[in-house]
């Protein structure tokens, strides 16, 4: 099986480095702070979970095996998730720092 060359390998570090960045800021929010949490923060955290969800599903989606060798099929599924994660993440970010 020859090593993959082009968006797969692209796909999957895009999406482990983004995730990597929503957990550090996570660790920073303060999501073990014995504070109540507001409606803002449960949001947050919504988003950040949608967006972990996705970037996770990017790798397994992009190196699934589709029926015609050359189909890019689950390629555009995979980057349309790496999407919705980013926005996600970002969002999430974005929100906390507003409110």
Known sequence: ?????????AL?????????????????WGLYEPSK??????VVFI???????????VPWMATSPVEPENSDVRIRIARHLFLTGVISIWLAVAISVVF
Do not use: K
Not at 1 to 9: A, C, D, K, N, R
Not at 47 to 57: E, K, M, Q, R, T
């Open 37 to 42: 949490w507001r409606p803002a923060d449960i």
């Open 1 to 9: 099986m020859p090593s993959p060359i082009g968006s797969v390998p």
């Open 12 to 28: 999957s570090a895009a999406s482990a480095t983004i995730f990597s960045i929503g957990i550090v800021f996570l660790g920073y």
């Open 47 to 57: 988003c950040a979970l949608i967006g972990f969800a996705c970037l996770g599903l």
